[in-house]
Each structure stands twice: as C-alpha cells, then as structure tokens.
C-alpha cells in the first residue's frame, strides 16, 4: 500500500524493477494489515496484478511447495525467523535475500538511550542478537542505506550486503514555494518513532515558535494517527490523517519537518518534502543515510531551540529557503532515484544468481525431519486434535 508508508512505497518501486525483468509472485502473510475499505482493497490488488505480479496468501509452506523459486526476498528479518527453516526445507536451491528496511536493533538501541528504561535497553539486545542470526541465515542482505551496510558489515564480516535506499521521483525543476508560515509532518503513525516525534514538537519545539510567529500554522498528516496524536488538534495544528496523495499538503507549507528523536534507516518523508521542493528541518536522527548536509542541503537541529530557530530562519529567510532546496534536490536525484534504484538491483540479483547453491546450509536429515513433521500434522495428528 504505497501511500500509506515510505517502506511500502519502497517495495512497490522494487517490484516496479523486478518484474520488468523477472517473474515476480508476491506473497502476504496479511492481505492488509490495517481497515481499508472494498474500494481501496481493489485499487490496492490491482496496482500489483497490473504489473504482472501473482499475489498468493494462505498457508507458506502450501505456497513453497507449488514450485521452484531461484530467489526469495524476504521483508524485514522477523520474517526470516519464522520461514526461514520453511524455505530451506521446501526450496533448498532458493537464494534468501533479506531486505532489512531499516537496522531494527540500532531503531531500537537509540530509543533505548533516549528513554533509559532497562526494558528497552533488554529489547534492543535481543533484537540485535535475532536480527544479526538472521542477515547471518541469509545467502544475501539488503539495507537501506550505505550507513547501515557498513554497520552489519562491522558485525558480521564477509556479509554479502548491498544497500538499496528509498526510491523517489524527482520532478526536472524546482515547484513554487509558499510565502505561508506553515510546517508539515508526514509519516504512518502505527510506526512509534513518527508518534513520538510529533508529539515532541508540539510540546517541546512548537511553543517556541508560536512566541515569536503566533500565526504559524503545522499540519499533521499521514496513515493511522493514534488517538494521542488526534489529542493535538488546535486552532493552529491541523490533523489531516491517510490521504491518498500528499502534494497538495506538501506544496502548502513553507517548511517541513522532521523532529524524531529515535529511528533508523532513511526517512522518506525528507525524500518526499526534497522531491516537493519544502526545505527540510530534522534531527540527527531523521539525517541518517541522506548523503546531505547540514546547512547546504537541509538543517539539523537536536535541542527544541535550536529546531525552533532552524525553522524560524525558514519562515522569514526565502534566500536560504531556495538555497537548500535546489541543493538538496540535485543530490537527492542524483543517489535515491528510479535509475540509481534499478542500478543497485541488477547489481544485486546479479550477484544472487552467481552466488553457489545454498543446498549445504540446511542438512539432508534436517530437511526430512521437518517434512515428515509436514505429513504428521497433516495427515495424522490433526485427526487426533
């Protein structure tokens, strides 16, 4: 569902690549995830089957056992934990490639630091060590960005890891920018890093501003917003919600703003607001993986301060605005667009298709037991409750 999320988005362009030079079957653990309506299930499905990707749900090992793949990727490394065995036992010539999305335990070990709770901290350790098992199980792993390639590599040396990140459309030429004193947040608020961000600018960032522009205006929108983030509604804060297209917010406002506080991987909402022409204020964090920098292409503020003066600057310096948005619009082109997006691909299924056959990594007597296990279950024991 690419306009509900910027991961999603992200793997719709992929499989937009893929299947112009593969046959691609797209299987759903979950048709949806989320309430969406008749209508937009239909427009949904459509979009894929159009491209001429066979979508399968059920049982995975029903769907294994239909035919041979030579590649399986596989979205997020939880997924690995629970089908990895299952691929190897039903598809044991099969390449395994692991897309990441983003560094689960780095997300989380920022969090941790951020909050301080043991419970976080305990979470990120054992997020770390499943995840790293897993990119380790895998013949082959993508990440989002070079950063977080180099930092598996660290972990696990000799990892094949290759890193294709957020993939946008760039427009030739600048669009106009608003004279407005308006900021956006964009983001899926079932992902807590763009909760927390948001409710840190209103309270913390948002009244700085307000004392020196009262007539600032900041809208909130994107997928799902919690009920906590629905609680921030004013006369000056605007919780849009899900839209099917973000453009006609985007080219309301003057700034964009991105003030998470944990996270990992890109964030695509800077892509976005950059691909829309809005100057981009965000953190440490929201800077990760952009192959920008601070002052030329967007500006990185951490402090509620200092990101209320970065956006104040924005607000009344139209010279600094322009500045940094074509800056930022040149190199954005240049690294997260649909060529250099289809380069890292071929790249990388070249480079499955010679890897040797990953027969060895799962046992003969491995692969028996877990199929005897398959015709028990079916055959037998479920007879017997």
């Known amino acids: 569902m690419e306009d509900r999320g910027s991961e999603e988005l992200r793997f719709m362009e992929m499989l937009r690549i893929l299947v112009a030079k593969h046959d691609v079957t797209l299987y759903a653990w979950s048709e949806w995830g989320q309430e969406v309506s008749e209508d937009e299930r239909h427009r949904y499905r459509a979009t894929i089957e159009d ?20 590649a399986i990727l596989i979205e997020w490394f ?8 299952d ?4 598809q044991p010539r099969a390449k395994i490639i692991v897309d990441a999305v983003d560094v689960e335990y780095r997300r989380l070990g920022i969090k941790s630091e951020v909050s301080g709770d043991p419970a976080d901290i305990a979470k990120a350790a054992d997020t770390k060590r499943r995840e790293l098992a897993a990119y380790a199980n895998a013949d082959f792993v993508m990440t989002v960005s070079d950063e977080e390639r180099d930092i598996l590599l660290r972990e696990i040396p000799g ?23 308006s900021m956006i947040f964009v983001g899926d608020y079932r992902f807590p890093p763009n909760v927390d961000a948001v409710k840190h600018f209103c309270h913390d960032v948002l009244p700085l501003i307000h004392a020196r522009v009262p007539q600032t205006r900041f809208l909130i929108v994107g997928n799902a917003p919690t009920e906590e983030i629905r609680a921030l509604a004013s006369s000056q804060v605007s919780v849009i919600g899900y839209v099917p297209e973000t453009s006609s917010y985007l080219q309301k406002s003057r ?3 991105a003030p998470l506080r944990f996270g990992a991987g890109m964030k695509g909402k800077v892509g976005e607001a950059v691909a829309h022409g809005i100057p981009v ?6 800077f990760q993986g952009m192959k920008v920098k601070h002052e030329e292409d967007v500006l990185v503020a951490d402090s509620p301060a200092e990101f209320a003066e ?12 322009d500045r940094i948005r074509t800056s930022a619009l040149g190199k954005m082109k240049e690294c997260f667009g649909i060529a250099p997006a289809l380069r890292r691909l071929e790249f990388i299924m070249e480079s499955v298709a010679s890897l040797p056959s990953p027969e060895g990594k799962f046992s003969a ?8 296990a398959d015709w028990l279950e079916r055959n037998l024991l479920w007879r017997l409750g």
């Open 365 to 372: 007597a491995r692969r028996f037991q877990r199929k005897s």
């Open 51 to 70: 491209l001429g990707v066979e979508i399968r749900i059920g049982f995975i090992r029903q769907v294994l056992k239909e035919r041979p793949y030579d």
């Open 159 to 181: 990892l094949k890891v290759h890193s294709v990140p957020n993939i946008h459309r760039f427009p030739e030429s600048l669009p106009p920018l608003t004279d407005d004193p």
């Open 310 to 321: 970065a956006v104040l600057r924005l607000l009344s310096d139209r010279e600094l605005c």
């Open 78 to 85: 939880h997924t690995m934990d629970l089908i990895g065995a």
């Open 255 to 257: 700034v964009s703003v």
């Open 281 to 286: 204020v965000t953190t440490s964090v929201g």
């Open 87 to 90: 691929i190897r036992t039903w």
